[in-house]
């Protein structure tokens, strides 16, 4: 049985050292514009989305690591074909306030940053400060449920 096991765990350090030599494309594309935006807005953006969602990825040292790198990698291009601020300009005036609607829906549902995103990143965890922030930018009212829960807290 040992030797079985032996051999099993050399297949296994041979398939994973093999697939560190399948190709990734974890790139960082040329920036061809930037949100032009409040500096408190874009800090709040820059700090929680733009790993995602925008051409300044900060690529972690896991992120060039197979497979782990391949699910990240893939990540990253849906994030940014589905939304990316490094390309906000060329959306109207129109899009753009369609986009920060959207950027609001999924950040009211808890659904944006990713949790999983999270658990590694609690520095893009947004606080209520951040929220608050975010919606006023989006041109959302705040609920009156909002304000009533908002006003048992303190």
Not at 6 to 29: E, H, L
Not at 53 to 77: C, F, K, L, Q
Not at 90 to 99: A, G, I, N, W
Not at 106 to 129: F, N
Request: hydrophobic share 35%; charged share 25%.
């Amino acid at each position: 049985m040992n030797k079985n096991l032996r051999n099993a765990a050399i297949v296994f350090a041979i398939v994973v050292v093999g697939i560190q030599f399948v190709s990734i494309r974890a790139t960082n594309p040329n920036s061809t514009g930037e949100i032009a935006t409040e500096p408190e807005i874009a800090a709040i953006l820059e700090r929680s989305c733009y790993d995602c969602h925008s051409n300044e990825t900060d690529w972690p040292w896991y992120g060039h690591v197979a497979p782990v790198s391949w699910w990240i990698v893939h990540h990253v291009d849906e994030a940014r074909e589905e939304m990316n601020f490094s390309e906000w300009d060329k959306f109207t005036e129109l899009q753009q306030q369609s986009l920060r609607r959207q950027i609001w829906r999924q950040v009211e549902g808890g659904h944006m940053p990713l949790p999983d995103y999270l658990r590694l990143h609690k520095e893009a965890k947004l606080s209520e400060t951040d929220k608050d922030i975010l919606r006023d930018w989006a041109g959302v009212e705040e609920t009156s449920e909002e304000h009533d829960h908002g006003a048992h807290e303190h």
